[in-house]
């Protein structure tokens, strides 16, 4: 079907009934975007109840006095017409005039909006004040009937059928019946719409149009959270509030009144200098009420400042707390009181300590003892690093064994070695008797006062002579059992491994006698016997466990360093998880690397082995810095001495080898060299090193380690010297010639002959000659010679000239005369006396 009209109309939704009205929604979205929807409007239905007739539709009410209605707002004015663009105009013109007609328009329809808020706020304030009115007449108007009206009985004989005619013939003679009571009602305010609140006026220039519109359009959309909280998202109450509000609730439930609290007296720890807001914390009070008392004592603090221990000690005082004074001294671990009893000490394996001269065979005894190869492992075939084992013999018990040095250079290796130990197997080649190590092993053993036996190796030789070892020994005081003393001694051959069955009898009966006992059920305390930086584990120590149980995961103090035991590693390279007394074992974990012979102590917590190495640190740091006390002598010696030095940079491989190159390096000064360390440690070496060593033109001395990549470019850029060694006696010589070459080779003066001067004669215009009468040894041409006068010198020269009579010759002896003449002087003087001499140069050695 088609309509007459050609005008188009919008389809209704078809239906059978018209029960239901068709409409328009517009929706708006951001950014400008709109969309029509037609939606369906259903009109109420009335049901009544079964049998009732539908209700006839109520009259039509009268209609009340129109309100007065306020004037709708005039339209806004028409946006100004643009003026048509000239033609000659630029681009740049063109863009000028459109951005400033874009501004004019925004500005416009700020205002406009301005405008609009304006006459809507005082419209509002209009209809508010005209409904105002309104109520207050209805309230009186009601009020005026109430007080007219009688009231009347209610007829309640008549049945409810007859009060329809009855009203509505009353109703239609009003003149013949009277007229119905009002109804009566209590006039009630009408609730009014929350006030919005009053904007304060934008700059129109930011945009506060589009920020309005913007704001009324979002504020009626339904989000997520207004549909799931009914609150409107309004700010929950934080815990604080809670806990507030249920404490006046109890205080409510229990009287009313809050009873004061009782205070708490408390034991505060005060150092030698505090701050005060750790000492409120301390002592749990406020740091205000802290600093109010410090005032009123006429301390003007604030609570970030330091006191010293009195002051804090009459802040613990007034606030009624107690004090305990400690002293820095006091976070230090003191492990020399704390003994075991008796009852908790268990056997424990003994602790043997190999000592003896380099290349006596100590290794090999181990490697003999172990079923091992160490030794082919060892650069130059000398031990020079301490190594902890421990075997185990055909008893099934237990042995732990302590491989030292012997070079002359490890000297504090052996001392360690000594001091951990509980017995000492001193190694001597029955080919090579007593040596000057064997000496000094024999010193450390005595020092430290731990019993001794004497392995008398390399039996098997055929210019071996044990007796003759013997014999030596009772040079040094240590008489074996065959000669009636008390020391064990015992022939073997580490390298037929014939006698050791004898040996290790000998050392266990000796751990018989000393009876070993030590405490595993306690927190560890150990010995570093070596140290070094992994490159792929990071610090690691080699520890002795003196008692208790290291376990993994325990937290140490040792030296000036700290950490957790991330791993136990044992001589055979597998990790455990425990290690009890006696017990060599790798620690990883550190937080650097530890000095070796430092005592490693387990510890509570984290907090407390920080607090321990940072206090230890600070006194490691005060010791090295702190100068001697010095004179003007000493002052002005060291500005007049010409002494040279050689700075050097030592990097080792552990810290024992490190602190044992030092050491000889040390001792290859003198009075004309001095030799320096800049920086000594252990790892590889690292750009700091490289940069330390450029800066002091000192050459850079590795032992077993190798620099990193970015060290080995800096090294190549700034032509650093480096100089790598695997033993130690060979860096030791090479050194010594560097710093002898630096002093130069040695001159060595020797006399030649001696002269007086008998009479001076004119030389030419300028020079003179000096007759001489040569009283020792030969006058020669060429030669250095000093002119002295009263045993003084007057002048060191050459001789120019030498002639006998008028010849000119090369050498005059003892007992003839000459003339000389001197270069570079012309002070001679009858009676002088000539010495003359030649130099020598020889190689200097240190």
Known sequence: MSDSNDTPRERKPLGLKRSIDAGEVKQTFSHGRTNKVVVEVKRRRVIGKPGEAPAPAPAAAPEPAPAPVAAPPPPPPPPPARKPAPSGETPQERVARLQREAEEDRLRLAEEATRREAEERARALEEEKRRAEENRRASQEAEARAAAAQPEPEATAEPAEAEAPAASEAASTPETAAAPAPRRFTPVARPEPPKRPEKKREDPRKGAAGRGADDRRRAGKLTVTRAL?????????????????????????????????????????????????????????????????????????????????????????????????????????????????????????????IMGHVDHGKTSLLDALRGTDVVKGEAGGITQHIGAYQITTKSKQKITVLDTPGHEAFTQMRQRGANVTDIVVLVVAADDGIMPQTVEAIRHTRASGVPMIVAINKVDKPEANPQRVRERLLEHEVIVEQMGGETQDVEISAKQKTGLDDLIEKILLQAELLELKANPDRSADATVIEAQLDKGRGPVATVLVNRGTLKRGDVFVVGTESGRVRALIDDKGQQVKEAG??????????????????????VENEQRAREVSEYRKSQATAKRTATAPTSLDAMFAGLKSDVKEYPVVVKADVQ???????????NLSNDEIKLRVLSSGVGAITESDVTLAHASKAP???????????????????????????????????IAREMAGVLGPLRVENVVGRAEVKQVFPAGKRDKAAGL??????????????????????????????????????????????????????????????????????????
């Open 229 to 353: 909280n009914e609150d409107e998202g309004a700010r929950a109450r934080s815990l604080a509030a809670l806990k507030r509000a249920r404490e006046k609730e109890r205080r409510a439930h229990m009287g009313g009144k809050s009873q004061p609290r009782e205070k708490q007296v408390r034991d505060v720890t005060v150092p030698e200098a505090i701050t005060v807001q750790e000492l409120a914390n301390r002592m749990a009070e406020k740091g205000a009420d802290l600093v109010k008392a410090l005032f009123n004592m006429g301390m003007m603090v604030t609570v970030n400042q330091t006191i010293d221990q009195d002051t804090a000690e009459l802040l613990v005082t007034e606030f009624g707390h107690n004090i305990v004074r400690v002293s820095e001294s006091d976070i230090d671990i003191d492990t020399t009181e704390d003994v075991d009893p008796a009852e908790t000490l268990k056997p424990r394996p003994p602790v043997v300590a």
């Open 700 to 734: 850079i001395i590795g032992f077993n380690v190798r620099p990193n990549a970015k060290a080995r470019e800096m090294i190549e850029r700034h032509k650093v010297e480096m100089k790598y060694y695997d033993v130690i006696y060979k860096l030791t010589e090479e």
């Open 656 to 666: 024992g080898s490190a602190e044992a190159i030092v050491t000889a390096l040390h």
């Open 581 to 602: 007394p006696s017990a060599p074992v790798e620690v990883l974990g550190l937080s650097g690397v530890p000095q070796a012979g430092d005592h490693l102590t387990v």
């Open 773 to 846: 009468l040569v009283l020792e040894g030969a006058i020669r041409k060429g030669l250095h010679a000093r002119l002295t006068r009263q045993d003084v010198i007057v002048s060191a020269t050459t001789i120019a000239s030498l002639r006998r009579f008028k010849d000119d010759v090369d050498e005059v002896r003892a007992g003839l005369e000459c003339g000389v003449v001197l270069a570079d002087t012309n002070d001679i003087q009858a009676g002088d006396h000539l010495e003359v001499f030649e130099v020598e140069e020889r190689e200097r050695t240190l």
